[in-house]
């Protein structure tokens, strides 16, 4: 089954970041994992057009023959809104995906490198921006996955791992074997979600109260 590996994808809220990690990906070719700088949850709140909580509700994909790729949809049952207009369902596009056409059988995978993934019955925490034709997305590194601790009974946010990319805290520079070990960690924090709205409402409170 063909595999198509996408390089270029419309994010412009966080065009500067996704332009790095494409440069990445050339410089590092068929490594394991390429590196990227993490984004933190303030910038990705003030870069969101809508800051969601959410529960899947179905995922399919489908082709687009304008912009030449898959999208693949999803259904997300809204919870609650932190950010943005409130809603009780939004349509998810993102880009990517496995797609079988139902005529020839034939089962066509589009990755785009870093991009989440999405289950059905999944709950979630989601940064999400707007296409050019105002299609919702989730943004770069924006899905927080949304778990009940089995001990504590407290839902807690986890940022997934991902097998693509690994993440520096600060810009990508030359690096030894020692330093590199040291500076690069796989992202997979955890966090009660009450504390991570907090953190969002306080980025939405700054936000508001900046100068221009």
């Known amino acids: 089954m063909p595999t198509k590996l996408v390089g270029i994808v419309h994010l412009s809220p966080f065009r500067h970041h996704f332009l790095q990690f494409l440069a990445i990906v050339c410089l590092f070719g068929s490594a394991s ?11 990705m709140t003030r870069n969101a057009k809508e800051v969601q909580i959410g529960e899947v509700v179905s995922t399919w994909t489908s082709p687009d023959p304008d912009q030449k790729m898959y999208f693949t949809y999803v259904k997300v049952k809204v919870e609650k809104t932190l950010k943005g ?11 990517g995906g496995s797609y079988r056409d139902p005529v ?19 709950k979630a925490l989601l940064f999400i921006t707007h ?10 590194q924006g899905k927080q996955q949304i778990v009940k601790n089995p001990k504590t009974g407290i839902e807690e946010v986890i940022q997934e791992k991902s097998r693509d990319i690994q993440f520096t805290k600060k810009n990508v520079r030359a690096l030894d074997d020692g ?14 979600l009450e504390s991570m709205e907090l ?3 306080k980025a939405i409170e700054n936000k508001k109260g900046e100068k221009y």
């Open 179 to 192: 330093e590199q070990e040291n500076a690069l960690f796989a992202v997979y924090n955890k966090q009660s």
């Open 104 to 122: 020839s059988g034939k089962l066509t995978r589009q990755k785009v490198f870093g991009m989440n993934t999405f289950e059905k019955g999944e």
């Open 85 to 95: 207009n409130k809603s009780q369902e939004i349509m998810l596009r993102q880009p």
């Open 199 to 201: 953190e969002i409402q």
């Open 33 to 43: 994992a390429s590196i990227l700088e993490k984004t933190d949850i303030a910038q």
């Open 131 to 140: 296409a050019n034709d105002g299609a919702p997305t989730v943004m770069f």
